[in-house]
């Protein structure tokens, strides 16, 4: 059974399950689900609590499957607390966790709770995760990504009571805040949680965010590919400081740009070749947010221009790995910039009359 976050409350008002697997990874998101059932569950007399960490794979599943049977003489319930960092219990933990599943039926004293990773495709396929997903209740926690990051701050100021002014100032205060936590989730509410101490409950002015809000934001090459092929030439630029701050080696950046115009050329040929785009987009292993990034992009992207960010990306590999190039600058950030500058460009042009073009030697996007 699958539980929106969300949903929660309303969930806990119809009555606790025995057994609870939350996966994803927000670890904010996850810790607050989690504490919320610990706590209803303290208030239905879960008074006992046993956490086992798997660690490596000489983990001993013995203890995990003895434990339901184990109240102390001072419980009358229990939760028993399976935390999986790797998210790979191993084939002794398949077994185990196949039986915690089905003995979690119809058992009153015990609530089980596993904790997960985010999943690959093939973990979410397993027999193990099947059977915690057939009987008892799953809950995936998703990112919360750029785009609605201003909402969810906005929320959270509510719930402390707390919020931005209406119309454009508090737009320009929420995506503020946004810039300075994004990727960051835990520091996010901390930052969130700050506010509460500074200032009075009711409206928070720009000033009082802008001052009060430290630059924690996080950033990985994946978002920054996202942001790449969706046209945000800003906040790509504020991507790449960030990583050239936080000391991202420049051929991890360069293989994401690389890959994705790589990937680009590859579906281009096969819609050239009479592939139907979605059949274009499976063979090339092209899904997620990156699969509805392509088919916005694709149709307008012209040969001739895929042609000149395929030769642009082959001049910066050089770069990175100390190479001079004509009429490209000598230190690597600033290539990438100008990089990915150019492919933001073609992304977002709707015809071959904004062609990207590399700006004069020396500048940097």
């Known amino acids: 059974m699958n539980l929106a976050p969300a949903q929660l409350s309303e969930h806990l008002k119809r009555g606790l399950k025995s057994l609870y697997t939350l996966h994803g990874d927000e670890p904010l998101l996850v810790q607050e689900f989690a504490d919320a059932l610990r706590t209803a569950a303290r208030a239905q007399g879960y008074t006992e609590r046993t956490v086992y960490t798997v660690a490596g794979a000489h983990f001993d599943w013995s203890e995990?499957?003895?434990?339901?049977g184990s109240l102390s003489l001072f419980a009358d319930k229990q939760i028993v607390e399976v935390r999986i960092p790797s998210g790979k219990p191993g084939k002794d933990g398949s077994v185990a966790l196949q039986q915690l599943a089905e003995r979690a039926q119809g058992d009153d004293t015990t609530l089980t709770l596993v904790i997960l990773p985010r999943l690959d495709s093939a973990t979410g396929k397993s027999a193990w995760f099947a059977a915690l997903d057939s009987f008892g209740v799953t809950v995936k926690f998703d990112p919360i990504d750029r785009r609605t990051l201003p909402q969810w701050i906005a929320q959270r100021l509510q719930q402390q009571g707390q919020r931005v002014a209406a119309g454009d100032e508090g737009q320009r205060t929420l995506q503020f805040f946004a810039d300075r936590v994004e990727g960051n989730l835990l520091a996010a509410h901390q930052e969130i949680q700050k506010l509460a101490?500074?200032?009075?409950?009711?409206?928070?002015?720009?000033?009082?965010?802008?001052?009060?809000?430290?630059?924690?934001?996080?950033y990985d090459v994946f978002k920054l590919s996202e942001a790449v092929l969706g046209a945000q030439p800003v906040r790509v630029a504020r991507m790449l400081d960030g990583l050239q701050a936080e000391g991202t080696a420049e051929v991890l950046v360069h293989w994401a740009l690389a890959e994705d115009i790589?990937?680009?050329?590859?579906?281009?040929?096969?819609?050239?070749?009479?592939?139907?785009?979605?059949?274009?987009?499976?063979?090339?292993?092209?899904?997620?947010?990156?699969?509805?990034?392509?088919?916005?992009?694709?149709?307008?992207?012209?040969?001739?221009?895929?042609?000149?960010?395929?030769?642009?990306?082959?001049?910066?590999?050089?770069?990175?790995?100390?190479?001079?190039?004509?009429?490209?600058?000598?230190?690597?950030?600033?290539?990438?910039?100008?990089?990915?500058?150019?492919?933001?460009?073609?992304?977002?042009?709707?015809?071959?009359?904004?062609?990207?073009?590399?700006?004069?030697?020396?500048?940097?996007?």
């Open 197 to 218: 101490l500074l200032h009075p409950a009711g409206e928070l002015s720009f000033d009082q965010v802008e001052s009060a809000v430290l630059n924690v934001a996080r």
């Open 262 to 365: 790589r990937s680009m050329k590859r579906v281009k040929d096969a819609l050239n070749a009479g592939r139907p785009m979605p059949m274009a987009l499976r063979e090339n292993r092209v899904w997620g947010a990156k699969e509805k990034l392509f088919e916005r992009v694709l149709p307008h992207l012209e040969d001739a221009v895929l042609a000149q960010l395929l030769l642009a990306a082959h001049q910066v590999d050089g770069i990175v790995k100390g190479l001079k190039q004509p009429d490209w600058p000598a230190d690597s950030w600033q290539a990438l910039h100008r990089l990915a500058g150019m492919v933001c460009t073609a992304c977002a042009a709707p015809s071959a009359a904004r062609r990207p073009r590399p700006p004069a030697a020396g500048a940097r996007g």
């Open 64 to 68: 995990v499957l003895a434990s339901g």
